[in-house]
């Protein structure tokens, strides 16, 4: 029986989830790791690569079979888990009444379905063992109203006010909850949602991965219970959010993400 701590870390093939894999394993942790395609198994090889185990895994976390494949590959190894990152989430730009329903419905079942799903899993593995750290990504999206990514927003939205309700649920259990909010960071994200062709498509608009996964470890680490990834300017506007009205930042959100 190993000693080392172990971490769960949803979409982790690239990106953030990545990043956050790189961090963990650096602090010896082995690393459970998923995403939706055979990338996964590289991605893994790279971590090991830090001197520690890496357990890929490839599933669809649109389903429920999926979702729930990557827990019970992860509950097979016998281990306690001391720290899960609930990252796994997609993104969809372009206008609400031409965008396909079927796959803003898909979103929904990634970044809030699937999210629910893993988390009730986790939790109920975390509490008998009166210790664990859960880290849920967010988003800055989470705190405006997002025009041109209407739907996405709000399912970042719910992962922020989940975090922080899930957070005061367990604060006796000694379980750890941390909301991760990044700003828009230079990974495939708003390539993938198909934004090339917007403010979010430049790369000089966005934070360094490094950064923003260094920001969310060390919040995870040290229990803290948000922490928005990014320079200062993305702080300020995290913060000006908060007292701005919603029409004045649906507008201001709409002249970056609108398609050109």
């Known amino acids: 029986m190993t000693d080392k701590k172990f971490v769960m870390i949803t979409g982790s093939t690239s990106g953030l989830g990545f990043e956050l894999a790189k961090l963990f394993a650096n602090d010896g942790y082995d690393v459970a790791m998923s995403g939706s395609s055979e990338t996964i ?7 090991e690569q830090l001197g520690v185990e890496a357990y890929p895994f ?10 729930e494949a990557f827990w019970q590959f992860v509950k097979n190894k016998g281990r306690k888990l001391d720290a899960a990152v609930l990252n ?4 969809m730009g372009g206008s609400f009444l031409e965008n396909d329903l079927q796959e803003e419905l898909k979103l929904i079942d990634i970044n809030v379905s699937g999210t629910v799903h893993m988390a009730k899993r986790v ?5 008998p063992n009166q210790a664990g750290d859960i880290m849920i990504v967010s988003s800055v999206s989470a705190t405006l109203p997002t025009p041109y990514e ?11 006010m989940f975090a922080e309700a899930l957070r005061e649920e367990l604060k006796e259990t000694g379980v750890n909850v941390t909301a ?15 934004m090339d062709d917007t403010y979010f498509g430049d790369e000089n608009n966005k934070n360094d991965k490094e950064l923003v996964a260094r920001q969310g470890y060390e919040a995870l680490k040290n229990k803290v219970d948000q ?14 959010n908060k007292r ?14 609108k398609p050109q």
């Open 58 to 67: 490839q599933a669809d976390a649109s389903t429920y079979d999926g979702v």
């Open 123 to 127: 939790v109920q593995h975390m509490v």
């Open 150 to 160: 209407t739907v996405y927003g709000p399912s970042k939205a719910f992962g922020f």
């Open 244 to 257: 701005t009205a919603e029409d004045v930042l649906a507008a201001k959100h709409a002249e970056k993400a």
């Open 88 to 91: 796994v989430g997609i993104g």
């Open 41 to 47: 198994y590289q991605s893994a090889e790279e971590i």
């Open 227 to 240: 922490v928005v990834g990014g320079d200062e300017a993305t702080k300020k506007e995290a913060e000006e």
């Open 180 to 194: 991760m909010l990044p700003g828009a960071t230079n990974t495939s994200f708003h390539h993938n949602a198909g």
